[in-house]
């Protein structure tokens, strides 16, 4: 089973900074990577899958990158409603499904 | 639009068993897969189990395998997991997920979550 290993735990910005998150594979995702958003008492929601492509009705601010093992959400100017936790998801062909530990994305 | 209404779930003894319902509407769900992911409190996500858009392929994760049943009845758009033999390890909130499509194996949609708490 692939880990997933995202960093940092918590990041500490604040309104119209750019955040940069990561997620590290233990091997090999060939781009099948995409990132979740959650806030407090929701279920978590599809930002982007498949390394970088946007999920309907994300906003633009959102882009991810990367290749092999190692990718990247970014937020290029952090809105009010963008603080919550981040977690990275490998599409591998057959079960399970790999999800990382979050990174938590709060106020400085 | 696409709905996944999930119900079931609660406090449970640790030995018991609880049964979680999704029902869904807004797609033809017999052509998604279907998922179960579950979330204990303060930890990531966990995905749990899957079932294939006909029901013939199923799988679990190790830590419920012999334990928790997924299945679904198209006739009805619902899904299902029976759980059984849960322990406090298994107190968690629970998630129906639909897939985005039969290729891109990412959770597109998920139901608002039920809490099943085990504890005695």
């Known amino acids: 089973e692939i880990v997933l290993t995202q960093s940092p735990a918590t990041l500490s910005l604040s309104p119209g900074e750019r955040a940069t998150l990561s997620c590290r594979a233990s091997?090999?995702?060939?781009?099948?990577l995409a990132w979740y958003q959650q806030t407090p008492g929701q279920a978590p929601r599809l930002l982007i899958y498949?390394?970088?492509n946007r999920a309907t009705g994300i906003p633009a601010r959102f882009s991810g990158s990367g290749s092999g093992t190692d990718f990247t959400l970014t937020i290029s100017s952090l809105e009010p409603e963008d603080f919550a936790v981040y977690y990275c998801?490998?599409?591998?062909?057959?079960?399970?499904?790999?999800f990382g530990q979050g990174t938590k994305l709060e106020f400085k | 639009e696409v709905q996944l209404v999930q119900s079931g779930g609660g406090l449970v003894q640790p030995g018991g068993s609880l049964r979680l319902s999704c029902a869904a509407s807004?797609?033809?769900?017999?052509?998604?897969?279907m998922n179960w992911i579950r979330q204990a409190p303060g930890k990531g996500p966990e995905w749990i189990s899957y079932?294939?858009?006909?029901?013939?392929?199923?799988s679990y994760a190790d830590s419920v395998r012999g334990r928790f049943t997924i299945s679904r009845d198209n006739a009805k758009n619902s899904l299902f997991l029976q759980m059984s033999s849960l322990s406090a390890a298994d107190t968690a909130v629970y998630y129906c997920?639909?897939?985005?499509?039969?290729?891109?194996?990412?959770?597109?949609?998920w139901g608002q979550g039920t809490l099943v708490a085990v504890s005695s």
């Open positions: 079932i294939s858009s006909s029901g013939t392929s199923i």
């Open positions: 998801q490998h599409r591998s062909s057959v079960p399970p499904y790999s």
């Open positions: 807004g797609f033809t769900f017999s052509s998604f897969e």
């Open positions: 498949d390394t970088s």
């Open positions: 091997q090999s995702l060939n781009n099948y």
């Open positions: 997920a639909r897939v985005l499509s039969r290729s891109l194996r990412y959770f597109h949609s």
